[in-house]
């Protein structure tokens, strides 16, 4: 949301410098103290609805989005049942539990702040989402490329948006024999893990409708592209979509948002909008809101690819390319003065930063260790080393 608040002043400091001023200018924008409410997610009328409450910040800020912890959150039904969203261990994130929402009714989110402000998005009826019929890839000499099909029979989804979720292996190119702990040097009593999982969430927005086609039918939309070497094909990979169903409003305020954050970069590229969406303060209706609550089902679908299966060819990188190779720790060096062996190992493994790999001998003499940095000895620091349940 930050960068959806800051395009007009990134455009604004963009025109000022190619009109040749000299001296700097702070629009009174950049240095705005208002941070308004950003609602993010939607009602799940068939499982866990999941909200994020946060603020915005000015766009000098070196910080990451303020959340809104400690308010209160509820699905409310028009006319009719109420459900109460809790704060997680996450804050500023909110889930209900388990629901079936009646596809006849209308449903808004209505929140009341920690500060007293209230906040309610419009009701809106329940959208059915079609299953997706499959998710495929096809390698050409260049990329990799994933695509959802979809369709819906009754031609009345027409509006639909995906999100991702990636996961995939990740193996360290170093397997150490020892552990420097206590103060000294031993033989490793716990080995590092030898596998571990990347996972990262979609940002990007990905959106499509079928208004113009005479059938509701989605046919090869393209939700991710990879080149020959992206590491993540290294070994083996794994993408869930998640498809929604939106109404046209809902779409609207999604294509303006893409718009808003990704075609923005030039003189030549549109201008943006203001960008709301249907919450709205019921305290003060002059105090503005960002996010759209639509209610809606939700489908999803998962494959997996293996290195084995795409072109031999393709040089497809680790992740661990400038791990190579490792250092050396030398405990004992020819030019005077003889260092200590135990001020050396010290100096180069007590805050954590590098690890051991293996010993280095000359002539059958220990002259010292192989190692390298965390990063890349330890595969930890780049995922999770707990196999997912779903990984097969």
């Known amino acids: 949301m930050r960068t959806i608040l800051s395009t007009v002043q990134v455009l604004l400091c963009s025109c000022l410098l190619l009109s040749g001023c000299i001296e700097p200018y702070a629009p009174e924008a950049i240095s705005s103290t208002k941070n308004y409410l950003v ?28 959340v809104e912890t400690k308010a209160s959150v509820a699905i409310e039904e028009e006319g009719g049942m109420r459900y109460v969203l809790l704060e ?22 209505f929140l009341r702040t920690a500060a007293g402000q209230e906040y309610a998005s419009t009701y809106v009826p329940v959208k059915t989402t079609p299953a997706i019929d499959n998710i495929a890839w096809r390698a050409t000499d260049a990329r990799l490329n994933i695509y959802v099909n979809s369709h819906d029979d009754a031609n009345k989804t027409q509006y639909y948006r995906w999100e991702y979720e990636e996961t995939w292996e990740i193996m360290s190119r170093y397997v150490p024999q020892f552990e420097y702990k206590n103060g000294k040097m031993q033989d ?3 080995p590092l893990p030898r596998t571990c999982w990347g996972n990262i969430r979609s940002t990007d927005i990905k959106i499509s409708n079928t208004t113009r086609l005479n059938r509701d039918v989605v046919s090869d939309f393209l939700v991710r592209s990879f080149s020959t070497r992206a590491n993540q094909l290294r070994y083996r990979y794994s993408i869930l979509v998640r498809q929604h169903a939106l109404t046209p409003e809902e779409y609207a305020y999604w294509e303006l948002l893409k718009k808003n954050t990704e075609n923005i970069g030039t003189l030549f590229d549109p201008l943006p909008a203001q960008l709301t969406g249907n919450v709205n303060c019921l305290n003060d209706a002059a105090e503005l809101a960002i996010g759209y609550v639509g209610v809606h089902s939700l489908a999803e679908k998962r494959i997996f690819v293996n290195r084995s299966e795409l072109p031999t060819g393709w040089q497809v990188q680790d992740g661990y390319e400038d791990c190579v190779p490792p250092d050396t720790v030398f405990l004992y060096k020819p030019a005077p003065p003889p260092p200590d062996p135990v001020q050396v190992l010290q100096a180069a493994f007590s805050n954590g930063s590098s690890l051991p790999i293996g010993a280095v001998y000359d002539h059958g003499f220990l002259i010292g260790y192989t190692a390298k940095s965390k990063d890349c000895v330890d595969c930890r620091t780049r995922g999770t080393a707990t196999r997912p349940s779903f990984w097969q």
């Open 39 to 66: 609602v993010d997610g939607f009602i799940n009328s068939k499982g866990i609805t999941t909200i994020n409450l946060a603020r915005t910040y000015d766009i000098s800020a070196n910080t990451t989005p303020p």
């Open 88 to 109: 997680s261990v996450t804050k500023g994130t909110y889930t209900s539990a388990s629901l079936t929402l009646n596809s006849a009714k209308n449903y808004r989110l």
């Open 188 to 190: 490793l009593t716990t």
